[in-house]
């Protein structure tokens, strides 16, 4: 899915309901969308914390409420005709702050602010605190008025409830034997296990039967 023309798809298996994290980020983004005031939030973590997740579920339940919203991914290109256009959205996820490159700081620094003066909501991820990040100092002052948030990695159990919430939102079921697998042999990473799933789901409709070790192991190399 598109969001408003960017080049950045989002993924549509990311949604608040199976988003797993602690109970005050979700009473804060909940707030958000039952308010008429705006706000900014910071959220950080490790790679596997679930930023990604939370900032594209935010995207989808605004444009699910008929809101203007925008996903942008700083390791990729900004797109300049973006800053234009910031004053007419609802809501602005800005993931993966810190990764942003130094030609763009001062654009986005820019299109951070015009958000702000139009009463944008905007949630932004990074590994680290605002102070920790290696950008431009004017950009860490503005995230650090943002209400800030730790995603703590999710532990093996969480991490198969989370799996588990999307394979039923697609009619599958995986063994959790098969998880377990992946967790030791490829990774804990949600982002790369949905990919590495999916391969599997290809790979056992084609070979009509299910998603097995054997079949992991024979997909993925491991």
Same mark, same amino acid.
């Given at each position: 899915?598109?969001?408003?023309?960017?080049?950045?798809?989002?993924?549509?298996?990311?949604?608040?309901?199976?988003?797993?994290?602690?109970?005050?980020?979700?009473?804060?983004?909940?707030?958000?969308?039952?308010?008429?005031?705006?706000?900014?939030?910071?959220?950080?973590?490790?790679?596997?914390?679930?930023?990604?997740?939370?900032?594209?579920?935010?995207?989808?339940?605004?444009?699910?409420?008929?809101?203007?919203?925008?996903?942008?991914?700083?390791?990729?290109?900004?797109?300049?005709?973006?800053? $234009?256009?910031?004053?007419?959205?609802?809501?602005?996820?800005?993931?993966?702050?810190?990764?942003?490159?130094?030609?763009?700081?001062?654009?986005?620094?820019?299109?951070?602010?015009?958000?702000?003066?139009?009463?944008?909501?905007?949630?932004?991820?990074?590994?680290?605190?605002?102070?920790?990040?290696?950008?431009?100092?004017?950009?860490?002052?503005?995230?650090?008025?943002?209400?800030?948030?730790?995603?703590?990695?999710?532990?093996?159990?969480?991490?198969?409830?989370?799996?588990?919430?999307?394979?039923? $939102?697609?009619?599958?079921?995986?063994? $959790?034997?098969?998880?377990?697998?992946?967790?030791?042999?490829?990774?804990?990473?949600?982002?790369?296990?949905?990919?590495?799933?999916?391969?599997?789901?290809?790979?056992?409709?084609?070979?009509?039967?299910?998603?097995?070790?054997?079949?992991?192991?024979?997909?993925?190399?491991?």
């Amino acid at each position: 899915m598109n969001q408003l023309g960017l080049p950045i798809s989002l993924n549509v298996q990311m949604s608040l309901a199976n988003f797993i994290a602690n109970a005050q980020i979700q009473s804060a983004v909940s707030q958000l969308f039952n308010s008429d005031i705006t706000s900014e939030i910071y959220v950080y973590g490790d790679p596997s914390s679930g930023k990604t997740h939370l900032l594209q579920a935010v995207i989808f339940s605004a444009m699910e409420q008929n809101k203007t919203a925008v996903f942008i991914d700083c390791k990729e290109e900004i797109p300049d005709y973006l800053v $234009e256009m910031v004053a007419d959205l609802e809501w602005l996820s800005i993931d993966n702050i810190g990764a942003v490159k130094e030609v763009q700081q001062h654009f986005l620094f820019d299109l951070y602010n015009r958000a702000r003066q139009a009463n944008v909501n905007i949630i932004v991820s990074g590994l680290s605190l605002p102070a920790d990040l290696q950008i431009m100092k004017d950009i860490k002052t503005r995230l650090n008025l943002a209400t800030v948030f730790q995603l703590e990695t999710l532990n093996d159990e969480q991490t198969k409830d989370a799996l588990n919430n999307q394979m039923s $939102e697609r009619n599958m079921s995986v063994d $959790e034997k098969v998880y377990s697998y992946l967790f030791k042999h490829y990774s804990r990473d949600i982002g790369l296990l949905l990919k590495a799933i999916d391969r599997l789901d290809e790979a056992s409709m084609q070979a009509k039967q299910n998603i097995s070790i054997p079949l992991a192991k024979k997909i993925l190399n491991i």
